[in-house]
């Protein structure tokens, strides 16, 4: 298997070396389970490289690993698609500078203006009309934005979103690049696509781009990689990846990245395709369930999405009835995630499962109206600093919001500290989100 870094690894525990350096467990386990996983944990020391210094071994698997996705370069992170997200940035937007955000941005964005006092302004993606779930960035929306905020330094996009819409990264390229912008992308839930025939937004012609290793390939969590396009300075990228990751970043994290790679050019990801697709062409909403498929947008093709009329209670089902655990479930969808490891059964038990499951009706789109985009108040660090208090949600009327309010999909806000709240956004939490009692953090 061509995994320099792992390969590296194996070698180095295998020899008989006294080892007087971090981590703690030298080498060896108690638990039997993780005996491959201890013996080759191991520090900044001979023969292992630095990761922050793009030296060794681990800087041929990367460099081995930017030729399979076809960029300029590409950093190993131990710290998620998180550190990645902070790190772009702060490389690109630096201190205090502007940016322009899809709204259906990860968290990890909004810390990051609190970090380095970043200014976002938002653009609002359109909805599928099928089932009421985060769609499409309008093109002409984004290029209106541009030109409202002139001195943004940069576009950041999701792609795949969490439902699976992909984004059109090409046309998204063009525009920024024409208005000297950089594109940069979260692409972490889409370490995968480069298996499945299609292209990664590096290779599309995005500057940047973060996919999380460990969310469809066979990697540790927090595994994942950052791509560059020739556009980025990788010595300052570095420079902020440290700045947001641990200086003790994971061995045997980075070992799976490795290998996670080298799995990408195995057939299986082609089969489970297929597999994903037969599904989708079966649950077309003439029953009860309508899977998501290229006919409401261009997706994913790992991404199995129901809509239906009551996400929550179905995901509950399948679990408590069936032994069958979504990736997470809202009050109209059901998302799974599909690897080549579900091949083997997964996906014959959930298409019998969703097949008992199902009921009579046809499915009927819901009638879902999104609350107004918030007028930003303060700034995001300013308010996520500043002393608050918790309120119960119709309480929080036109106080300013404190702490980001992260609902479904996991992670993403939907109010960002900094924002005022209005009774429109009570009314969406409450009726799609929360129950009454929950409460919400406002500024004092």
Not at 371 to 379: D, E, K, L, R, T
Request: hydrophobic residues 40%.
């Amino acid at each position: 298997m061509d995994a320099p870094l792992y390969q590296a690894l194996r070698l180095l525990a295998n020899k008989d070396i006294a080892r007087f350096h971090m981590p703690g467990h030298k080498g060896q386990s108690i638990f039997q389970d993780f005996a491959t996983v201890f013996a080759i944990d191991y520090t900044e020391t001979y023969e292992t490289g630095n990761l922050y210094e793009s030296e060794g071994n681990i800087r041929l698997a990367e460099q081995t690993a930017a030729a399979y996705f076809k960029a300029s370069d590409c950093h190993f992170l131990t710290g998620g698609s998180s550190q990645g997200i902070k790190a772009m940035l702060g490389a690109v937007c630096g201190d205090g500078g502007k940016i322009l955000l899809d709204r259906n941005c990860h968290k990890s964005a909004m810390y990051a203006c609190a970090l380095f006092d970043l200014q976002p302004s938002f653009i609002l993606p359109d909805m599928l009309d099928c089932s009421g779930c985060s769609g499409v960035i309008n093109i002409a929306a984004a290029e209106q934005a541009l030109l409202a905020h002139p001195d943004a330094r940069a576009l950041l996009i999701v792609s795949p979103n969490y439902y699976g819409v992909m984004q059109p990264i090409e046309d998204f390229a063009e525009l920024c690049h024409r208005y000297g912008k950089k594109l940069l992308v979260d692409a972490a839930h889409g370490a995968h696509l480069d298996a499945c025939g299609m292209k990664n937004p590096v290779a599309l012609g995005a500057d940047a781009a973060v996919l999380s290793a460990h969310k469809t390939l066979p990697a540790l969590g927090q595994a994942a990689y950052l791509l560059l396009g020739p556009g980025i300075d990788a010595a300052k990228m570095r420079h902020f990846e440290a700045m947001c990751g641990t200086s003790s970043p994971s061995y045997p994290i980075m070992a799976t990245l490795d290998l996670a790679r080298a799995h990408l050019q195995s057939d299986s990801y082609m089969e489970t395709v297929h597999a994903v697709a037969h599904l989708r062409c079966k649950y077309t909403g003439e029953h009860g369930f309508h899977a998501l498929s290229e006919a409401d947008a261009r997706l994913d093709p790992l991404r199995f999405t129901i809509a239906c009329a009551n996400g929550h209670q179905l995901a509950d089902t399948l679990y408590t009835d069936y032994q069958i655990a979504s990736e997470m479930s809202d009050r109209y969808h059901v998302v799974f995630i599909v690897t080549p490891a579900d091949l083997s059964g997964n996906l014959s038990r959930l298409e019998k499962a969703l097949d008992a499951c199902m009921p009579a009706p046809p499915y009927a789109p819901p009638v879902f109206s999104v609350p107004p985009m918030p007028v930003q108040i303060h700034s995001v660090r300013h308010a996520l600093f500043s002393p608050a208090v918790n309120v119960p949600l119709a309480q929080a009327v036109q106080h300013i919001c404190a702490r980001p309010v992260v609902p479904y999909p996991p992670g993403v806000p939907l109010l960002w500290p900094g924002e005022e709240i209005t009774a429109e956004h009570i009314e969406f939490l409450t009726e799609q989100c929360y129950n009454t009692d929950s409460e919400v953090a406002v500024a004092l």
